[in-house]
């Protein structure tokens, strides 16, 4: 499913246009990404928690030539799902 289908799935759900639905969804990411960058966690009961992990530098190789390679350290964004949300999935 891609955010067309997603959107369309959402509308129809809630008996509301289309337009709503992506402006809703739009502004549900737009927060989330937010309070990411602020590396706030975002919580969301049954579904799962967002938040941002540290990656320490290291040194990773190119594939292709074997040279060694500087990969600075940065923060990336996870996902843990909830165990609601594992549980309906297993089914």
């Known amino acids: 499913m891609n955010k067309t289908e997603?959107?369309?799935a959402a509308a129809e759900s809630a008996g509301i246009t289309k337009?709503?639905?992506?402006?809703v969804l739009n502004a549900a990411l737009d927060a989330i990404t937010a309070s990411l960058v602020k590396r706030e966690?975002?919580?969301l009961?049954?579904?799962?928690t967002f938040e941002t992990?540290?990656?320490?530098?290291?040194?990773?190789?190119?594939p292709?030539?074997?040279e060694a390679v500087d990969i600075a350290a940065t923060y990336v964004?996870?996902?843990k799902a909830?165990?609601?949300?594992?549980?309906?999935?297993?089914?």
């Open 45 to 48: 009961s049954g579904f799962g």
């Open 64 to 66: 292709h030539t074997k």
């Open 82 to 91: 909830s165990k609601a949300l594992k549980d309906t999935v297993a089914k």
């Open 6 to 8: 997603l959107i369309a």
């Open 53 to 62: 992990k540290y990656r320490e530098a290291r040194i990773g190789r190119n």
């Open 19 to 23: 337009k709503d639905a992506e402006r």
């Open 41 to 43: 966690k975002v919580q």
């Open 77 to 79: 964004p996870t996902f």
